[in-house]
């Protein structure tokens, strides 16, 4: 059942939607796997276990054919050295998506198997992931990071690809910024 035309009002200082529909919570002990030290990912977990990232959707539903949206807000934080990031995933049918960067600054690595690829993300700035391509995002700044994302409604989740095959690099925490370690699970 398609939904009816409607009007989502977008504020991207406040990194909201409205009307809102599912809201998503991700703590540190929904992320396990992700973090290379599994034992600060651990304590971290089983101490205060922060929130890491949070995903408010529009009404729109992940169905065939619709256009949902939704706003992806990190908090700031490390783990064991690496910057907090979101668990990942591959869209099952390969479909492309477009996320644009609110608030901060962040970063958006794509792996598609073999090559990694690396967009600085600010306000402002789109990035697109192809068909194909496995993504997931970082904060790598001291402040909140929101980006709104747009996708097909079929294209399907599927986070188990990323377990599995890694994402290529990992994004350490530096003197200096971040950087990009080789190849990792
Ligand atoms: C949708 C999409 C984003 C992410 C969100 C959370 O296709 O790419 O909305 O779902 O940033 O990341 P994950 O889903 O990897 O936990
Ligand atoms: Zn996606």
Redesign the pocket.
Known sequence: QPVPPMRIAFDAAAATLSPEGPTLT?RMSDLEGLFADHDAWRDAAEGENPVVYS?VSSPVPEEDRELPQ?I?TIQPGTTGGEFWM????Q?PNHQG?IYLGLHGAGGLLMFDGERTEWIDMAPGVIGYIPPGWA???VNVGDEPYSFL?V?PGG?G?DYGWVLEHGMGHRVIAGDSGFSLTDYTR
């Open positions: 991700r995903v939704s992806t979101t668990k990942g995933h869209h998506e993504h997931r995002s994302a996708y294209a989740h």
